[in-house]
């Protein structure tokens, strides 16, 4: 079974990670959300995912910082995917991370038992002290300390970190 925000936030938690729960209206675009952040006064990291695949139908799910521009062409050459990327279906979405287009986000990691989507997070976002990413559900943000969100994501799924600038990968 699939996990879905309330069980996200239990299981935050019960992992002893300290969240900041915002509620708000569905957003499903950087613009839209833009507004949230003065008006909440959301401080830290504001992110953007893309969920991804390749001609042979690997997976591949990049958060950045919500103002990165991404080349889906230069992004092919840096990751060695199989072919042009494109973004995933709605079905797939749901299949491999169970959540649906607009709540997106590297905490429905968690749902890929089967661990074959690959994840790379803008190397930028580490920088913050703070970060924020819908909990799988896009009417709500949570706040966390970045090294805190980088603990509890690692114990589901291995962290590449793209360098944007650099044009580069990094292990964590």
Not at 72 to 93: H, R, V
Request: glycine share 2%.
């Amino acid at each position: 079974m699939k996990l879905e925000a309330v069980n996200l936030l239990t299981l935050l938690d019960d992992n002893s990670v300290n969240y900041k729960l915002f509620e708000h209206e569905a957003f499903y675009t950087v613009e839209e959300s833009s507004k949230l952040k003065i008006d909440m006064d959301m401080q830290g990291a504001h992110t953007k995912n893309l969920f991804l695949r390749d001609k042979k139908r690997n997976f591949f799910l990049i958060s950045c910082l919500d103002n990165q521009l991404v080349d889906l062409k230069e992004i092919k050459n840096l990751i060695s995917c199989q072919g042009n990327l494109s973004f995933g279906s709605a079905d797939y979405l749901f299949e491999k991370l169970g959540v649906k287009p607009g709540s997106v986000s590297p905490y429905a990691l968690v749902n890929d038992l089967e661990k074959d989507v690959t994840f790379y997070l803008d190397k930028s976002i580490t920088e913050f002290d703070l970060c924020n990413f819908h909990p799988l559900d896009n009417t709500k943000t949570i706040q966390v300390l970045t090294k805190d969100f980088l603990s509890f994501i690692n114990t589901f799924t291995k962290i590449k970190l793209i360098d944007f600038e650099k044009k580069e990968i990094l292990e964590i």
